[in-house]
């Protein structure tokens, strides 16, 4: 069966459950999350076979983050690591403002290196996924990548790359010299406008940023516009691809789901046209419920959204 790989580090979340600043000592909610796991779990959830690689600490929030992925039929190729497990903060500090704050500097996700990438479960894939949070973390991860990828393009692995860019975790000028390498070697590629820009200066809309990065290497390059939908160049041929219109509860995630609802598809066989409106339907539950991953569909609930009455009885 096609599958699709990732790696990358997940991150122990400890998510504000009211509004008001942590100071105070807000109460708590314990989750998990990561740009990648978030992939492996929307593909997971749709039908496909997914894979993460990653090195967790040998602590509790370790067995979580593996109790998890495992528990939403995600294989784990994990090592662990006498650092702890990466952990990242929610504040909600109003209503309507968030605030996070990682940890994850000598964590054991930061601890990845090339020797943690198997040969031989790279090159068995369909699809590698990485995104720019996994270099950002240092060398270490950043040289897992490229072996990964290394792997993967002589195996004729498709490759796909979200750029998901962190100005908490490294400049744009450090994260444009890093991904370019990255970004003609990949298959497809994810982006934000904003994102796109970062390797394709000057290019103006959408249009110009996803010719700007096929332009690098890529086949496809796919741009997110959030309520605007999604523009994607795909082999030379341009598609639009409408939102899904919800109420936006939280839209974090948003972007690992767009790319988990493509990737599944594709992973299916599935042409374009499908995997993009697959993608928006998936980027529409990420944003109409809590947590990144938690409110991702399963095959069987793909028409949810369609229904406009609120209370299926
Ligand atoms: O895309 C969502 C991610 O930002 C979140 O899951 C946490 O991996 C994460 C990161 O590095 O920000």
Same mark, same amino acid.
């Given at each position: 069966?096609?599958?699709?790989v990732t790696l990358g580090d997940v991150l122990a979340v400890m998510a504000a459950r009211e509004p008001g600043p ?15 796991s978030n992939v492996a779990v929307g593909v997971s959830r749709l039908g496909g076979s997914a894979t993460w690689i990653? $090195?967790?600490? +040998? ?33 909600? &500090? ?6 996070t704050r990682y940890y994850r500097t000598h964590t054991a996700g930061a601890r990845l290196t090339a020797d943690d ?12 996924? *990485? !995104?720019?949070? !996994? ?9 897992? @990548?490229? %072996?990964?990828?290394?792997? /993967? ?12 860019? $962190? ?7 450090? /994260? =444009? ?5 990255? *970004? =003609? ?14 390797? @394709?200066?000057?290019? +103006?809309?959408?249009?110009?940023? /996803? ?28 598609? $639009?691809?409408?939102?899904?219109? @919800? ?26 046209? &499908? &995997? ?33 009455? +609120?209370?299926? %009885?």
């Amino acid at each position: 069966e096609p599958y699709l790989v990732t790696l990358g580090d997940v991150l122990a979340v400890m998510a504000a459950r009211e509004p008001g600043p942590f100071a105070l000592g807000t109460a708590l909610r314990l989750g998990i999350a990561g740009a990648e796991s978030n992939v492996a779990v929307g593909v997971s959830r749709l039908g496909g076979s997914a894979t993460w690689i990653g $090195r967790v600490g +040998d602590d509790e929030l370790g067995d979580l983050v593996l109790r998890e992925l495992r528990a939403e039929g995600v294989t784990t190729v994990a090592a662990r690591d006498s650092a702890p497990t990466s952990l990242l903060l929610k504040e909600r &500090r109003t209503s309507t403002h968030s605030r996070t704050r990682y940890y994850r500097t000598h964590t054991a996700g930061a601890r990845l290196t090339a020797d943690d990438i198997p040969e031989h479960v790279v090159a068995g894939a369909a699809v590698l996924h *990485i !995104t720019g949070i !996994t270099p950002a973390l240092g060398n270490g991860p950043a040289a897992a @990548v490229t %072996r990964a990828v290394d792997i /993967a393009a002589a195996a004729g692995v498709t490759i796909s790359l979200d750029i998901n860019y $962190r100005s908490l975790l490294w400049s744009e000028a450090e /994260a =444009r010299q890093s991904l370019l390498p990255l *970004i =003609r070697r990949s298959d497809l590629v994810f982006a934000g406008p904003h994102e796109a820009a970062l390797v @394709v200066p000057g290019a +103006d809309g959408a249009e110009e940023l /996803a010719e700007g990065v096929c332009d690098l290497g890529p086949g496809g390059a796919v741009i997110k516009l959030g309520a605007d939908g999604a523009y994607a160049l795909l082999d030379g041929r341009p598609h $639009r691809q409408p939102a899904v219109p @919800v109420q936006v509860h939280d839209s974090v995630g948003a972007g690992d789901a767009f790319a988990a609802g493509y990737l599944a598809e594709l992973l299916a066989g599935e042409p374009p046209q &499908r &995997r993009l409106a697959t993608a928006a339907l998936l980027g529409a539950f990420a944003v109409s419920t809590a947590g990144d991953w938690e409110g991702l569909p399963r095959r069987s609930e793909l028409g949810l959204l369609d229904h406009h009455d +609120d209370i299926v %009885r």
